[in-house]
């Protein structure tokens, strides 16, 4: 599957640099408490998840072309801008 016209490595990166800045935060805090990181603490199809939703959040957020599917459990998980209204 091709992504959309527009979207690139850049977009997609900045997106998931949200994720890992958040997950380092978490992380930092569970840390100065002892506290195993959060990825150890989670079921694989819970974190999996997280991230997938984090994504589908911050991808729209650098690229415009882009909006979120704003059906619970909707797929695809973005749709163009402009198709929702």
Do not use: W
Request: hydrophobic share 40%.
């Amino acid at each position: 599957m091709e992504p959309p016209s527009g979207l690139d490595a850049e977009h997609i990166g900045l997106a998931m640099r949200e994720v890992t800045d958040f997950l380092e935060s978490v992380n930092s805090q569970l840390n100065s408490r002892g506290i195993p990181r959060l990825e150890t603490m989670m079921v694989a199809v819970n974190f999996s998840f997280m991230v997938g939703e984090c994504m589908s959040t911050n991808i729209p957020v650098y690229y415009d072309g882009l909006v979120k599917n704003r059906y619970r459990n909707g797929h695809p998980d973005l749709l163009p801008a402009g198709l929702l209204h």
